[in-house]
């Protein structure tokens, strides 16, 4: 699945496929093992295809030819993604190589693109060295050179976006010790995942750089060296990439079967209601939906009835997004376990994803839901052996939460909800709250207030039932939709009670973790950590998952956390899907081995009949 760059780095250095330097561990055989040379890596495992000739979910024969098209939302005015400035263009990352390029089919393994191997210490995670592939070339026709690296890194640590400065502020230096080899050098070794995402930053020429400013918006493409260049634009409206002819990597192993069409193409729009109006008079071809009414509902018209538009779900074993109503324990009202645990009674999901969601939408059980991550049943003996000295201190709730199987809340979907919100009652008496004449009281005799700032208008559907029920409960509770600017403040310095928020997690969760639930996060301004938990027991669980020596403690470490967390009661989590809804016009082929974890179309192709039973039917009148 492909994201432009502006989003790859707004997400995916927090929540993307993390991986550690401490890869390989298997085959560690003492404490001084001598640094290794690969062509690829793991974390803690052998890839499962070193020496690949392509990828098992690629068709090294599939035809060339054709366009894929695609929609944005919004509009574009750079072609410059790594600033803080401007709104760049979707698919920039087409213009780029990277070091090292991931497995949609493994969760944390990288393989050879602009490097054609590397070098590191298992037992040192400080450093790594990567050796470029000497065919490696701009489209200038100059050669990719460890001295490009260096400028890469060096500029965007510079004068690059704030995530991304702060994402890679562990990088010490980056060093050319020849013209193929680049080391790069770690401030600290607790960083596990820095030493191979690294590979995963298009690298820039250094020459077609040189007397321009980089922190500018800039509509003049930049150079790169990836499988294609910018053909034409309409600023805000549309761009189009063209496939190079002559790519240097076209033969790479990681890329045969791959970029296949002559032309990727975006097509903005300034409204999803518009957007959906020109997928159905094919504008653009290939659309991932996200919205469960229109998934069901909106899928009539006649190209659909005709066969000629598919609707094909994608099922992925990636953790679901953590969409939640989190509570801020800043706020002294919050801070009693029970005060949370009752207000998720209020929270009635099978009549909401009934009534609207069209039954489309699963409850989220996890805060890693969906994958080998998260906790299920009861805890396992080594979940056990990590919690048992930590229970102690948990509150009798907690401790109680941890040790059994976790539900969230399960109403009988009649809209009424009357069996929860009796539960939730009685646990508000039991934290000493009481009631007047309906209105519900804290133990100071002050009416309970409850704000839920909101900055999407679209959700407040979502949240008017859970306003309804809390409202039942004698709470004094009101929306507040609020302009960007305000939203993005008032989260930032965590001026709110309740707000909803989302939790990325990737297969290998790691230094990340600590931003979103640690105890020094909550009181970091604009930290990640919205929900203010400052909580021993987390903070432990967290030490031992960022300290994990391999893959089958690491996954122990994060069943644990989630158990945690989730007996907490920090949040309520909401629904999602494990699936991607995927609709396109049928003019695509597709490889029959589809990868585990991410769909992804530069390794579709078009089939000429197809695309001309569609261009009749589009051309119709």
């Not at 094909?312 to 109503?325: C, E, G, T």
Request: hydrophobic residues 40%.
């Amino acid at each position: 699945m492909r994201r432009g760059w502006q989003q790859t780095w707004q997400n995916s250095w927090r929540v993307r496929v993390s991986v550690g330097l401490l890869s390989l561990s298997c085959a560690i055989a003492s404490l001084q093992a001598a640094p290794v040379t690969r062509q690829a890596i793991a974390l803690n495992d052998q890839p499962l295809y070193e020496g690949l000739t392509h990828f098992p979910y690629a068709n090294p024969a599939a035809p060339r030819g054709g366009q894929i098209s695609m929609m944005a939302q919004g509009r574009f005015d750079s072609f410059n993604p790594w600033i803080d400035k401007g709104q760049a263009a979707l698919g920039t990352e087409l213009l780029f190589d990277t070091l090292t390029v991931a497995s949609l089919d493994e969760p944390f393994a990288r393989y050879p693109r602009l490097a054609e191997r590397l070098r590191h210490d298992p037992t040192d995670p400080s450093w790594i060295e990567y050796q470029l592939n000497p065919k490696a070339k701009f489209h200038s026709g100059l050669p990719v050179t460890a001295d490009d690296v260096v400028f890469t890194f060096d500029i965007l640590l510079k004068e690059g976006a704030t995530p991304l400065r702060s994402y890679f502020s562990d990088i010490a230096s980056v060093q050319a010790l020849n013209k193929h080899t680049v080391r790069f050098n770690f401030k600290h070794k607790e960083n596990l995942e820095i030493g191979l995402t690294v590979g995963e930053v298009p690298i820039l020429s250094r020459a077609d750089w040189r007397g321009k400013p980089f922190n500018a918006v800039t509509l003049t493409p930049p150079v790169g060296s990836g499988p294609y260049k910018v053909a034409r634009f309409d600023v805000g409206r549309q761009v189009t990439y063209q496939r190079d002819p002559n790519y240097w990597g076209a033969d790479l192993p990681t890329n045969r079967g791959k970029y296949n069409f002559d032309q990727v193409k975006y097509v903005y729009y300034q409204s999803t209601e518009i957007a959906f109006e020109g997928f159905k008079a094919g504008q653009y071809r290939f659309r991932q939906e996200n919205r469960a009414r229109y998934w069901v509902v909106n899928y009539n018209f006649p190209a659909v009835k005709q066969g000629l538009v598919k609707q094909a779900p994608f099922k992925h074993d990636n953790p679901v997004r953590m969409q939640a109503l989190v509570f801020n324990q800043r706020q002294r009202k919050f801070q009693d376990i029970r005060v949370r645990q009752a207000l998720s009674y209020a929270f009635d999901f099978e009549w909401m994803n009934k009534a609207i969601f069209n039954g489309q939408y699963e409850r989220l059980q996890s805060y890693f839901h969906n994958s080998e991550l998260a906790a299920t049943s009861t805890p396992s003996a080594a979940e056990l052996a990590l919690l048992t000295p930590l229970l102690p201190k948990l509150s009798p709730i907690q401790r109680q939460a941890v040790l059994n199987e976790w539900r969230a809340p399960v109403s009988d979907g009649s809209g009424f909800n009357r069996n929860n919100l009796l539960k939730a009652r009685q646990l508000l008496l039991s934290a000493g709250y009481r009631y007047v004449d309906g209105r519900l009281l804290d133990p100071k005799g002050q009416p309970f207030k409850v704000e839920i700032i909101n900055q999407d208008a679209a959700i407040e559907r979502v949240l008017l039932p859970f306003v309804r029920n809390v409202r039942r409960l004698g709470m004094d509770i009101q929306i507040r939709n609020l302009d960007a600017p305000q939203y993005i403040e008032r989260r930032r310095s965590h001026d709110f009670d309740m707000t909803i928020d989302g939790f990325a997690q990737s297969l290998s969760p790691g230094m990340e973790q600590l931003n979103y639930w640690g105890s020094a996060a909550a009181s970091e301004m604009g930290s990640r950590n919205s929900m203010g938990i400052r909580e021993p027991v987390v903070d432990a669980l967290l030490d031992r998952l960022t300290r994990a020596p391999n893959r089958a403690q690491l996954i122990t470490a994060t069943q644990a956390l989630d158990r945690v967390l989730r007996a907490g009661y920090y949040s309520i989590p909401m629904y999602g899907t494990s699936s991607y809804w995927l609709a396109y016009w049928d003019e695509f082929g597709q490889p029959k081995r589809q990868p585990r974890y991410s769909y992804d179309t530069d390794f579709w192709w078009s089939d000429p009949a197809g695309r001309a039973r569609v261009e009749q039917f589009i051309n119709r009148k």
